[in-house]
C-alpha cells in the first residue's frame, strides 16, 4: 500500500542473538525474527556459527518468505544472530540486508544493527581514507569494517574499542564463531533484552517478547553502555563503556514502535499506552459516546481512555489484515476513498453518537482527515480526536524515518489549524508532562521530535547533509 | 503455521461481481477482492467482459500477490467477476482457482461460486454421462457445464433451469460476454449483496464491507432464489425460484466468517456478537477481573460481555499480525510452544486476576488449553472460558471446511469433560437459544452444525461419501 | 530472440506415451519429451496413470524448467504419456499447454497431440451446441471432448470413431487410467513411431531418436491409421481406418523439423538431407572454393554437397549456442547487425574466397541477405545460395506455423527478385524432382507448402477464416 | 546435467568492458556478455558509470535470464564493464558472483575478472592483517581491496602497484566513475582483445567474437602486461609493466576454450583447431572409411584431419542442443546410458564402417568409452579415437577448474591403458610438438597441463594447500 494509507513514523530493525549449545539455532533464530517482523518488513537474514565456520543467508522479503527449511537446514552451529530491516528504498533493499559478515584477520564477523549512528559519514570517510572499499551506504558496515580494523588482543576489547568512537543508536548484535555479543549505546536509545533459554543457553533480542516466544525466563535489558557476551552456560556482562547521564531512551518505542506485549525500563509497554490515554482522558476530556481506536496501535490507549473517563469503548473501524504490499494503483474514483481501501467503519457502533477517535500520532498528517471523514460519512455526530503524544515537529536522526522535517504537519501548522485541516470536532494532543507521567519517568528519554533538543551534541547540518546524501 | 495454531472453521470463498460502465472493472474487482481476502487466501482470479470477448487471470496466492498492474492491464471490459479461495490441498489449488471460464454455444461464460451443493456427485455423473468430460473435481465446474449444457432463450432462463437442479449452497457470481449475474440459493444460506456504484453502474459481493470499500450505496441483500442482472444502468431482479420455507442462513457466518462490518439480514455483524457476549454474560456471569478476547474474532463478543458484566474489558494476548504461511517446522522445544508462535500474553494485565477468556467457538479444541496455559503461565488466578456458541457436534456440508464429525471435540467428550482437557476454571457455551437471541431471529438460520438437523432433505450417506472421495 | 534472426516455420509439437511395468515412468517420460524438446520450446507436460487413477503436471518453459524432482515424484503410475510445445503467443500459452486431461464416464484421459485438425472449427461447434463447455481455443481439445462424448465398448472402438471425424493431420498419444495408445491419422502427416523398451514395456514418440535415448529397440513407425495399443507385455495394433492413397507425409520434416538423428519412412534424415545436397550440387553446381552451411540445420546438406562436388566444406559461421528468449531489445546500432547476434563469421574461412552458402529454406526471406552481408564483409568474393527446397508459396494448415500466404517471400517475389532482395551472386532452389529424388520416394508426401495442392478435399476459405480467428 | 555427460575443463569467466559516448552502454554490454555466454554459465553482471555514479545489477543464471529491461534501464552511463561467471559450488555462487563494487577514497571502484592469482592466498592474509574486512573467498575481492588501498595519483598507478605485487593470470575490467580499464597480466595467460565501436568510443573483451558481435573494428589484443584505458574518443595504451619472457599464453584457449571464431595472438583458433586436425592426420593416420567429431568444440579438427586424410567427414553424433541444467536424476536404466541422454548416433553414417573420432581432449576420461560403445552398437566395425592434445597430467592453477591431479586419468594410466579401458581399436594424443606447430608458436604459451611445468616460479604446495581451502 502506498504511504498515503499509513501515517507513522518507520522503525529500521529488529535484531536477535542466540547461543544453545543443544538446539538448531537457526530454527530458534527464525522464530525470534518472527516475533520481529513488525520492526521491519524489507528484508531478512540469520548468520549462524558453529565454534569454526560461519554461514550466512538473507533476502529481501518477509521472514516467513525468506527462509526455507533448506535454507535453514544449510545454517548450522550453535551461535546466530539475525536482523528484520525495514528500508526506504526498493533498489538497494538487496546489498543493504543484514546481518553483514566479512572474514577479518581475527577470523568470520558477522553483525546485525538497529539504530542510527549520527557521525556515520565522518567514521566512513576515516576508512576509506586507510583504503577500506565499502561496498554499501549503510552505517552498519562502517561498524563491521571498524570492528574488523581495530587492534587489541580480544572481541570485547575491539568492541569497546570501536564504542568510543560510535556516536548515536545502536543495539547491535555481534556474531564471531564462537561468541555472540548483545551490545547497547551508553544512551540506550533502543531497546535491548536478554534472557536464558529453557533449554540451556541464552538469546537477547530488541523485545522482550521475542525472548519469550523463545521461552526465555530471567529477562533483563541489556543495559545501555553493555556488552553482554552470550556463550557458555551463563552470559557474561561487560559495562564497556559508561552509561550516558542523562539517558536518551526512544519515547516512540513506548508510543508506537514496541509491541504492546513488551517490557522496557521495566515498565509494561501495553501499560504505559493505557496510562496515556488515561492521562489523555484527564487532560482533555470529551462530551462523548464512545471511544474508538485507529486500530491496532491505539487500542490499549483508547481502553485506558475509556476506562478513565467512564465513556464506553468500541470497535469504530475495522482495519483490512491482508492489506500487503501491491504494486495496484486504485483507480481514480478509489484513490478518493484511499483509507478505505485500508479501513471499513462498522456504522452502527458510530451512527449518531459522538464519538472520541484515540490515535497514537500525526506524523504528516494525511491520514486522520480522511478517517474523520469515514466516522462522519456513517453518521457520527461530532469526531474528537486525542492523540497519544505532542505534535511532532522535528525530524530523527537515530533510527526512526518520520521524513524531513517539512514533511512534518505540526512543524507547519498549528493545532488548530490542523484541526481545521482534518476537520475534527475537537483535537488535542496529550502534554509531555503527560506523556512522561504516563511513561513513568521524569526523564531518561530523549523526546527531539516533540522538543527539536536532541541530546547528542553533534553537528545538526553534518547530519543533515549526511542524511541527504543516503549516508546513514 | 500449521492448522495446530489456528482452531477455526474454514469458510471456502468470496464472490464479486461488477459492472461498471465508465471505470476500469478489473482493478475496481481487485480492491473488491481484497476486501474478501478474509473468506479465502489459497488463490485469487478476475475474469472481465468488455461485451465482446473475455479474458481471466487466476493463481495461487494472496490477491495482491497474484496480480501485477500488467496483469490488471490485460483485463479489459465494463464487467468483472472475482473470486478468492480456501483451500485444503496444495497440489490441486491451481486447478480448482476460480473463476471457471469456459466457451459455450451461446458465448462465453465464466463463474465464480461461494457454496457447496449437497448433489454435486449425482449432477456429475449425469453430465459424465452425456459425455462431457470434466477437468476438475469442483462442484463449480459443475455448475458451470450445466449452464453450458442447458437450452431456453436467455441467460436467466438457462440459470433458472439450473437452479431447479442444484440443491444447496451457492452465493455465485456469472459472467457473461455483456453482463454479470448474481445468484443466490433459495435457503440463503452463504451472504451475497448487491449495491450501486457512485460512478454508475452496480456491484454484488459476498459481504457488504466490500461493496462499501468500493463506495457503493443503496446496498441490499440478493434474496433466496433471486437472480440480480447487473447490466445498463440499473438492475434487475429477478425472483427465480420461491425462497425455501423456512431459510437456512449460515449462522457461523454472524459467529465468527463474516468481517465484523458485514451486514447481513439487516444485522450489523459487529453488534451480533457484541450481542452473543451480553447473552453470554447473562447466560453465564463469572465472577472476574477483567474480560479478554482471542483475538481478532472474539474482540466485539468480549467487548459485549464487559458491557453487560461490568467487569473490564482489556487485551490479554497479542498476535503476530504477521503470521502467514511458513515451511518452517518449529524445534521440539518450540513445538511445544506452539500457540506461543502465534500469540503472546501481556503479563500485567492478567497477573493475579480471574479472567474471563471469551472465544468464539471451539472445533477440534487444540488451541483452548495452550492459550489457558499462557494465561496461568502470566500469573492468571482463574480462567474462565466463555465461547459465543453451542458446542459444534456435526460437520457442514454447505461450504464450510470443519474437519470430520470424529474431528470434533464436542462430538468426542461432555463440557465437563473438555473443561478438564484444557485446564479451565470453569467453561460455558452459549446456548442455542441465546445465541438466536443474539441474532435477532427466532427461526430461518442453518444451525446443524449445533444440532445434527441439516436443512436439506437429503442422503447424508451420499454427501458424506462424496466428500470422502473429495467431490464437491 | 525476435523473429528476425530465425527464418524457420515453426513445427508444433512432440510428443511421447511410455508403458513400463517396471520402471518410474515420469522419469523416462521426461528424459523423453528431453530429446523432443527441438520440437516445441514454449511449453511441457506429462500425464501420468497407474491402474486407477490420474496425475499431470504441466507449464510453460522448456522440459528441464518444468520439471523439479518433487514434480516427478508425485506422477506415479506406469503409464505416461507427455509433450512438448511450441506456441505464438504468451498470453495462451499455459491454458494451451498439453496433455489435456478431463473426467469421462469412462474414466480419467488424458491427450497429448501434434499436428493440427482442418475442421477443428466444425467440429467445435458442434461439441458446443451439444451442450459442452471449451475452456482452450485448441483443436485438441475438440479431440479430447469428443472422445469424451463417444460411445462403444471399448476406447479402441471410441477412437476409431473420433477418427473418422477427424480431418487432418495428428500424431495423438492418448492415456487412460491402464492403457497408452499411439494413434496416427490416415495420411501419415506426423511421423509417429514405436519401440520396446530394454526393461520392459514399450514407448511411441514422434521421433525415434527420443526412443533410442530410452533404449528402444524394434522400432517401427506407427503406420497411417493405426492405433497401437501399449499395455501388457507386447504392443497390440489396429488398423483402425485405412491408409489414405496417397499418404500425405509432411515433407518438411525431412527438410527441416526433425532431428537428423531421425528415421522415417524407413529413411535416415541425416542421410536425406545429405542426398538433398548432393541432388542440389548435381542440379545448380557452382565454381566456389568452399561450402558452408547455416547452422545447424543446414549442416549434413552442405556434407552432401560438398562430398558430391568436390568442393571442400568448411564452417564459416559460428552460432551462438546460448541464444535463447530474451526480451532485451538491442540498441539501434545493434538492430542493424541482428543476425550478427546470433552468427558470427570465421573470417579465415571465407576471405577471398567463393562461397556456396547452403540453407534448408526460405520462408520470409529476412534473414538469408544479413548472412549474405556478414560473409561479404568478411571478405568473400562471391556468395552462392544453394537452397534445399523449391520455393516456398503456399501456408501450412496441418501443423506447420508458416505464418500468412503474403509473409512468404516466394509467394510475393520470383528467384530473380529474391536474389537481387538477398544481394547474393546466385540463388538457386533444388527443384521438386529432385528433393523427392533426395527423399527416395515420387510421392506419399504432401507438397502443398510448395504446390499450393493440399491433400486434403476441404473448403480452403474456411479453415484460413478459422485461422484467423485462432481457432486450430 | 552431472558432469558426467561432459569431460571438458571448465573455464571460469568472460569479460567485458565499453565506453560509448552516444549509446545505452548498459544494453550493449548485454549483448557482449551475450556472445560470451559459452565461457561461463553459473551468474552475469554489469555495472555502468555515468561519470559520477555507479550502479551495479548482477545474479546467479544465464545472462539472458539475469538481465530485464527493466533492470538494464537502471544502468544508466556511457561506461560499463560485465561478467560471466564459472562456479563449481551453488551455495557460493551469488556471493562471488561479478564484477565487484565497491566505494573507495578515490570514488566507485568496479572490477570484473577472468583467471586466477597464485598469490590470493598471501595477499588476502595481508589485507586482513591491515585491518580490512573480506566479504568473500574470491581472488577478486582481493584485487578490488589492493585497488582502493592503493595511494598513487591516477588509477593507472594504482592499478600497476597492485599488477607488481599480483602473481597470475589476470584479464580484468576496472571500472571507475569515468572510465574503463582493461588490464592484463604480463603472461599473458588469458585473451583480452581490445576494439573501436562503429558509433564511436570502444570495447574490451576476452574474445574477438564478442567485439565483432558489437560491429567494432581495428581490433588488437591487449598486450600482456597493458593498461589500456578506455575515455574519451582513444584509447590509450600504458605498458604498465614488461612481459614476462617467455609469455604463457594458455594453449588450452586455442584447444577449446574459445569460440572457433575467436582470432588470439593473431591466429583465427578456427583455423588453428583445422590444423590441429591436420597434424594428427598426419602423426596418427587411420585406416578408416568416415571421419566423425564429438561436437561442438571437435569440428574444426575433424575437418581439418578429413582433408588432410582424404576420409569423408560426417556427422556421426547428434548432441541435444537443449542438454541444459537439470535437477532430474536419471532412472536407474537411463543412467547406463547417460550419454545417450545428450548424444544420439546417426546410424546410417557409421554402419558397418570404421570410424575415427576425433575429441579435443581427455580428462576424467568418463565420457569416451560411452561414446565409442554408441557408435559400436549402432554397428562401428572400428573406432579409431584422435586427440587434438598431448595426455592431461597436470591441474592448472591459473584460472581453469580440471578438478584436482587424481581425477585426470591420463595421469594415472598410460595412454595404452587408456585404450584398453575405453574399448577404442586405436587411441593416439598429438604430441605437444605436433601440437604447437598447429598454433604456430615454438613457444610462449603455458603447457603446464601437459608437462607439469608451470610458467611461474611458486611455492606450489601453498597454492595447492590453498586450493583445498577454497582460497583463490
Not at 550466512?56 to 551461535?79: C, E, H, I, W
Not at 538469546?203 to 516466544?213: D, N, P, Q
Request: include cysteine; glycine fraction near 10%.
Amino acid at each position: 500500500m502506498s504511504p498515503v494509507y499509513d501515517d507513522h513514523p518507520h522503525d529500521e530493525c529488529g535484531v536477535i542473538g542466540i547461543f544453545a549449545p543443544k538446539e538448531d539455532v537457526a530454527r530458534m533464530a527464525f522464530f525470534g525474527l518472527y516475533a520481529l517482523q513488525h520492526r521491519g518488513q524489507e528484508a531478512a537474514g540469520i548468520a549462524v556459527a558453529d565454534g569454526q565456520s560461519m554461514s550466512m543467508y538473507k533476502n529481501v522479503g518477509l521472514v516467513a518468505q525468506v527462509f526455507r527449511p533448506s535454507t535453514l537446514d544449510d545454517l548450522n552451529g550453535n551461535f546466530a544472530i539475525g536482523h528484520t530491516r525495514y528500508s526506504t528504498t526498493g533498489s538497494s533493499s538487496a546489498r543493504n540486508a543484514q546481518p553483514f559478515m566479512i572474514e577479518t584477520i581475527h577470523g568470520p564477523l558477522a553483525l546485525a544493527h538497529n539504530g542510527n549512528l549520527i557521525n556515520s559519514a565522518v567514521l566512513r570517510e576515516e576508512l576509506l581514507a586507510h583504503g577500506v572499499g565499502m561496498s554499501s551506504s549503510s552505517d552498519s558496515e562502517v561498524m563491521t569494517m571498524m570492528l574488523a580494523r581495530n587492534g587489541g588482543g580480544t572481541w570485547v576489547e575491539r568492541i569497546r574499542h570501536a564504542m568510543e568512537r560510535w556516536l548515536g543508536a545502536y543495539s547491535l548484535m555481534v556474531l564471531t564463531r564462537d561468541c555472540v555479543y548483545a551490545v547497547r549505546d551508553p544512551w540506550g536509545v533502543r531497546p535491548l533484552s536478554v534472557g536464558v533459554l529453557p533449554s540451556g543457553g541464552s538469546a537477547a533480542a530488541s523485545e522482550t517478547g521475542a525472548l519469550r516466544t523463545l521461552g526465555c525466563v530471567a529477562i533483563r535489558e541489556v543495559k545501555p553502555g553493555e556488552i553482554v557476551t552470550l556463550s557458555d552456560n551463563a552470559w557474561v556482562v561487560t559495562q564497556a563503556i559508561q552509561p550516558a547521564q542523562p539517558l536518551a531512551r526512544c519515547v516512540f518505542e513506548m508510543i508506537y514502535f514496541s509491541r504492546p506485549d513488551a517490557v522496557w525500563d521495566g515498565k509494561s509497554v501495553h501499560q504505559v499506552r493505557q496510562n496515556l490515554g488515561r492521562e489523555l482522558a484527564h487532560e482533555y476530556p470529551a462530551e462523548a459516546d464512545v471511544i474508538i481506536p485507529v486500530p491496532d496501535s491505539s487500542i490499549p490507549a483508547a481502553i485506558g481512555y475509556a476506562a478513565e473517563s467512564g465513556i464506553p469503548y468500541n470497535d469504530g473501524f475495522i482495519k483490512n489484515r491482508y492489506v500487503g504490499r501491491t504494486f495496484i494503483e486504485p483507480t481514480d474514483s478509489l484513490r478518493k476513498r484511499g483509507v478505505a481501501l485500508k479501513f471499513n467503519v462498522i456504522n452502527e457502533n458510530v451512527l449518531n453518537k459522538r464519538v472520541v477517535m484515540i490515535d497514537d500520532s500525526i506524523v504528516r498528517g494525511n491520514t486522520t482527515g480522511p478517517l474523520i471523514k469515514l466516522l462522519k460519512d456513517a453518521g457520527a455526530d461530532e469526531v474528537h480526536v486525542r492523540i497519544t503524544c505532542p505534535p511532532i515537529t522535528s525530524p530523527c536522526f537515530m533510527g526512526v524515518d518520520m521524513g524531513k522535517q517539512d514533511d512534518l504537519i505540526a512543524h507547519q501548522r498549528t493545532v488548530e489549524e490542523i484541526r481545521k485541516y482534518v476537520n475534527a470536532n475537537s483535537l488535542s494532543y496529550l502534554s509531555l508532562g503527560g506523556m512522561m507521567k504516563a511513561v513513568g519517568s521524569a526523564d531518561g528519554y530523549c523526546q527531539a521530535c516533540f522538543t527539536g533538543k536532541y541530546p547528542l551534541p553533534v553537528d545538526l547540518e553534518t547530519v543533515k547533509t549526511g542524511f541527504e546524501k543516503g549516508i546513514r
